[in-house]
């Protein structure tokens, strides 16, 4: 395990979770990009988000306005400078954070070691293989 990459990984769910924008800004490699949807009849363009940030804020207002992310287990598949990371995720509520989670999902993220050395995503897909449901 890259605990590099784990520990981006870490730093975009806290963020998401506390409302950081400007501390999720530093988790995205540029040209990163969101899946922001799953729904099926969406243009390929709605599913797909370039402002990482404002892509965040709206699937966390429409898919999880009551609830944290917490993380799971995760397998990370290095390649040169580029890594898959496959991630169990979890929902918890926002009243009750030390509650059983709810709702898993496997994410599926592509991290890219930057020039200077540190890994950022560059894409961040929630839905990870559930979304060829909506396909």
Not at 33 to 42: D, E, I, N
Not at 48 to 77: N, R, Y
């Amino acid at each position: 395990m890259n605990t590099s990459i784990t520990h981006v990984l870490h730093r975009l769910h806290e963020a998401v979770n506390s409302g950081d924008y400007d501390a999720l800004t530093h988790c995205y490699g540029n040209g990163a990009k969101v899946v922001a949807t799953p729904m099926s009849g969406a243009s390929k363009s709605n599913v797909v988000q370039h402002d990482c940030v404002s892509a965040l804020q709206s699937f966390q207002q429409k898919f999880m306005p009551e609830h944290l992310v917490t993380t799971g287990d995760e397998i990370v598949v290095e390649a040169g400078d580029v890594a898959l990371v496959i991630a169990k995720l979890y929902l918890v509520p926002k009243a009750s954070p030390n509650a059983l989670p709810c709702e898993g999902k496997r994410a599926l993220y592509v991290m890219q070691r930057q020039p200077n050395g540190e890994w950022r995503c560059v894409i961040d897909n929630f839905f990870g293989t559930d979304l060829l449901d909506f396909a």
